[in-house]
């Protein structure tokens, strides 16, 4: 198991564990409750390859369904798979018999994942707590035509990505149905791509290892329950690196999902 998957594992076995916090409140507690709804997600983070000697962007949409069991005190895991596409213009692979310089766009994918909030302190309106994120994007492979030589050819790709976030939030509670938040986290992402060509007699493969810029992001947060059945949660997020040529720049992303609580 790679050593980050592992630490996402550890913090969800943590949190069941340790279960819902208690020592919050005397008022009863309510029972566990069915949590099932739909969300969608986008991303636009920076990725470096060939042993950070190149660099482009992944863009990634995806919607996805969740199904999973929400405990007292808001504690929760869920579970989500949904369907989208990684944009990966600007790889360049080299190790082919024709270099190819990837613009082909949008690439379809299956994306699986689980996420877990634990809330950890409350004091007064202002509470404080731990989530974790892991998301898993398993490629189909793309074929294309080149037509660009004096013999036609065709080349295939496929991608696998994972991603791991975890940190702690601070959300206030004092609003009726508004409860806003921030968090920091730790993020990672990593995965690969494996492409090959064939131009009759010639054949070859390339894998290229990527890797994304930055690793501690920062997010704003907005949580909506008009009632106690209901929650919709929207989020942006932004991940500061230094460019491989100097400067700063940042990695953007979005969430919102729906919630129905049985």
């Known amino acids: 198991m790679p050593k980050r998957t592992a630490l996402f594992a550890g ?28 969300g969608g997600g986008y991303l636009s983070h920076s990725l470096v390859w060939d042993e950070k000697t190149g660099s482009s962007l992944l863009n990634a949409g995806y919607g996805t369904i969740r199904l999973g069991v929400e405990f007292p005190q808001k504690a929760s895991i869920m579970l989500l798979a949904g369907y989208g596409g990684n944009g990966w ?22 994306f699986l994942g689980a996420e877990i909030e634990l809330p950890l302190v409350q004091c007064g309106d202002w509470e404080i707590g731990l989530g974790g994120r892991y998301l898993y994007s398993i490629g189909s492979t793309g074929d294309w035509t080149l037509t660009e030589l004096n013999q036609i050819g065709s080349f295939d790709g496929r ?6 976030q ?3 939030s601070l959300t206030y509670r004092g609003f009726e149905i508004f409860s806003p938040y921030a968090a920091v986290f730790y993020d990672r992402l990593w995965g690969t791509f494996t492409m090959n060509e064939n131009i ?10 990527i890797k994304g810029q930055g690793i501690v992001g920062a ?14 949660k929207t989020e942006g997020s932004l991940i500061p690196f230094t460019r491989l040529g100097g400067g700063l720049a940042l990695s953007v992303g979005a969430s919102i999902q729906a919630i129905v609580l049985f």
């Open 11 to 38: 913090i969800v076995l943590a949190a069941l564990a340790v279960g819902p916090p208690g020592a919050w409140s005397q008022e009863s507690a309510p029972s566990v409750r069915i949590a099932a709804g739909v």
């Open 89 to 110: 213009n600007g790889l360049v692979f080299r190790g082919l018999p024709v270099s190819i310089d990837y613009q082909a766009g949008a690439i379809r994918a299956i």
């Open 219 to 232: 997010s704003l947060g907005m949580i909506i329950e008009p009632g106690d059945s209901f929650r919709l």
């Open 166 to 168: 975890a940190g702690p």
């Open 159 to 164: 991608a696998d990505w994972m991603r791991i």
């Open 200 to 209: 009759n007699p010639l054949v070859g493969t390339e894998e290229k290892k």
